[in-house]
């Protein structure tokens, strides 16, 4: 017998949230980032259901490339770390990549052992992180330039508060990157999720939509529902234990729940070893068969521990979501004082993945 603990995967979410990014940016070229294992979502499944609705994808490092590539995908391909030696600078021009450029010895390994490479050269415009200085641009474009098979995509920079309120510092970033864009008469990439919702001058030649295709919102204050964003993922296990607690009485690891009345509480199959995070605190939301109610007590390894009180009908084996349709992940994320990024790349191998058919997916 199984335990239960799953997590339903949505291709067709996915898709649906990619057509949502080129309502908001229809002029520009759109790269799906599908790093990190699309953001927990499975890289094969993620590359899949994305390729028909994006331009290209993009990844972090060389060796989530070649897993797309083996697998078949044939379109553009961004590597956003670059390459890192000589083995690697042979390995994406063989795989036909498109790789950035965020540092003089990387230019210089090309130089060493010129490749036909498409390459982006990336700026730093603040947020000092990865990228050049603004005033090396025109010598490292001289550079590039002279080199024979290498094709300068463009220039490319990375906004750091775009998903801020009140935020000063993207409209400086944005005007760095779009004046040396047209010194230079070269196209730009510039907007992350955040910035393709929020900032369309940004746009440029190419936006680099991340958690958004998702389902989670890039802004503290608005929903993914207020966007517009289908839920990609739904994480679920079951109830394995009902204890009747009186008034009083303590709940879990730390005795940090006291029952305010005589209540009952249920044991769900699943903690932080499945990936569910540690530190959400009693109060946290969840739904039993659909309906809300919260944590109460510590998060364990293999096991939560849920207020039943006003469940009545609640019983073992009903279902729990954790998060999905009824309880929001970015509720979940911000209750446990972390971002939806790391809840969805957190689920550990023991969870059962199980991918819905389209028609359910866009219910």
Excluded at 25 to 51: C, I, S, T
Excluded at 54 to 64: K, P, Y
Excluded at 160 to 182: E, K, N, V
Aim: proline fraction near 6%; aromatic fraction near 6%; glycine fraction near 8%.
């Amino acid at each position: 017998m199984a335990r239960g603990t799953r997590l339903e995967l949505r291709p067709e979410a996915l898709a649906a949230n990619a057509r949502r990014v080129r309502a908001f940016a229809p002029d520009a070229r759109v790269y799906a980032m599908v790093k990190a294992d699309a953001y927990g979502h499975g890289l094969a499944l993620a590359g899949e259901a994305l390729a028909p609705e994006v331009d290209g994808l993009g990844v972090a490092v060389l060796h989530e490339a070649a897993a797309l590539r083996t697998r078949g995908y044939p379109g553009a391909l961004m590597v956003l770390e670059g390459v890192f030696d000589s083995t690697e600078l042979a390995e994406a021009a063989r795989l036909e990549l498109e790789v950035v450029i965020h540092a003089e010895w990387q230019l210089a390994l090309l130089e060493n052992d010129p490749r036909p490479l498409r390459v982006w050269l990336k700026v730093n415009t603040g947020m000092h992180r990865l990228g050049v200085p603004a005033d090396q641009v025109p010598a490292l474009l001289q550079r590039l330039d002279a080199l024979d098979g290498v094709c300068v995509e463009g220039l490319m920079t990375h906004f750091a508060c775009a998903d801020q309120d009140d935020d000063p510092m993207t409209a400086r970033q944005s005007g760095t990157i779009t004046a040396l864009a047209r010194e230079y008469a070269r196209r730009f990439s510039a907007a992350n999720s955040a910035a393709v919702i929020r900032y369309p001058e940004s746009h440029g030649a190419l936006v680099r939509p991340g958690i958004m295709l998702y389902g989670s919102s890039p802004f503290p204050g608005r929903s993914a529902a207020e966007l517009e964003l289908a839920v990609t993922q739904r994480f679920t296990a079951p109830v394995i234990a009902i204890n009747d607690v009186p008034a009083g009485e303590d709940v879990g690891y730390g005795a940090t729940w006291r029952a305010p009345r005589d209540s009952r509480i249920g044991v769900v199959a699943v903690g932080y070893g499945d990936g569910y995070p540690r530190h959400a605190p009693s109060g946290t939301p969840v739904a039993v068969n659909g309906r809300r109610t919260e944590l109460a007590g510590r998060v364990s390894m293999d096991m939560i521990t849920v207020d039943l009180t006003d469940l009545p009908d609640a019983g073992v084996g009903d279902e729990v979501e954790l998060w999905g349709d009824a309880v929001a992940v970015d509720e979940v994320a911000a209750a446990s004082g972390t971002i939806s990024y790391e809840l969805f790349c957190q689920i550990t191998p023991r969870v059962e993945r199980v991918i819905s058919p389209p028609d359910e997916s866009t219910d």
